[in-house]
């Protein structure tokens, strides 16, 4: 059966509605009952980051090196989750997922491996977090909130006492991303931005994908990285070499976005 201009592999139901895969000119992706990807694989290689948004939010890498722990909202296809285990390999991870059946297809048909430095817990991320905040005070190096349903960012994720409770989990020098859509004239990411400046001191920086909706958010805790700019941009031209993803183009495109707080956080 063809859908979504691919060749439909997978269907199934659960109380949140319908979970597809599609398979298109040997990429697999991810639906939840509308055309947008929630998660896409190349078949041939599937460690590679395919869709634009996903290789955005590793824009972090720019301005830490390292993570020995990371929290993650939303699981999709897992291929963020597959990236930090291949990229760090002391690195412990907890991800969170609303939908049981979203994990289930994540290591049957996206590849995602059962690690020991692995541990998914089939919850409400946004409720979880706000709930349970204060038991992993300053834990975490990096939170990654990437949970949408079929509408748009899920609803749980969406208040200034979410980003509260995720700045208590950071470390002094840890990072938020999060992926938002819309663009920026959409009144939905016009409020999470207030409230992400309100809560992490105007220290953020959002990264438009190009040709895309999707806007990345970065919010730094009460550290901010004061990096050279020379230095920065010999680390995106490294980091492209190594990974195979457009780093120079994402601190460009930063530094365009940004201008009211780029320099507050780099130097020139």
Same mark, same amino acid.
């Given at each position: 059966m063809h859908?979504?201009? &691919?060749?439909l592999i997978h269907e199934s139901f659960d109380d949140e509605g319908i979970i597809e895969i599609v398979e298109q000119k040997g990429v697999r992706s991810l639906h939840f009952g509308t055309q947008a990807k929630q998660?896409?694989?190349?078949?041939a290689d599937p460690n590679k980051l395919h869709l634009d948004y996903v290789r955005a939010m590793t824009?972090?890498?720019?301005?830490? +090196?390292?993570?020995?722990e990371a929290m993650l909202v939303g699981l999709g296809g897992g291929s963020l989750t597959k990236h930090l285990l291949q990229l760090f390999a002391e690195c412990r991870l907890k991800v969170l997922e609303y939908r049981e059946g979203?994990?289930?297809i994540a290591r049957t048909y996206f590849a995602l491996p059962r690690d020991p430095r692995l541990k998914i817990i089939v919850d409400d991320g946004g409720e979880y977090i706000k709930q349970r905040y204060e038991s992993y005070r300053a834990q975490y190096d990096l939170v990654i909130v990437d949970a949408f349903d079929h509408e748009g960012v899920a609803n749980s994720v969406r208040s200034e006492a979410f980003f509260d409770a995720c700045k208590a989990l950071l470390k002094k020098d840890g990072i938020l991303v999060m992926n938002l859509w &819309?663009?920026?004239?959409n009144p939905e990411f016009q409020q999470v931005s207030l409230w992400l400046g309100n809560v992490f001191n105007w220290q953020t920086l959002f990264l438009p994908v190009t040709d895309r909706s999707n806007i990345i958010a970065l919010a730094f805790n009460d550290y901010t990285p004061h990096i050279n700019l020379k230095d920065l941009r010999l680390r995106a031209f490294a980091l492209e +070499?190594?990974?195979q993803i457009e780093f120079p183009t994402f601190l460009r495109d930063l530094k365009k976005y940004n201008t009211s707080t780029f320099n507050q956080i780099i130097k020139k």
């Open positions: 859908k979504y201009g &691919g060749q998660s896409s694989i190349f078949l824009s972090w890498l720019l301005f830490k +090196e390292h993570i020995d979203v994990v289930k &819309g663009g920026t004239s +070499e190594q990974y």
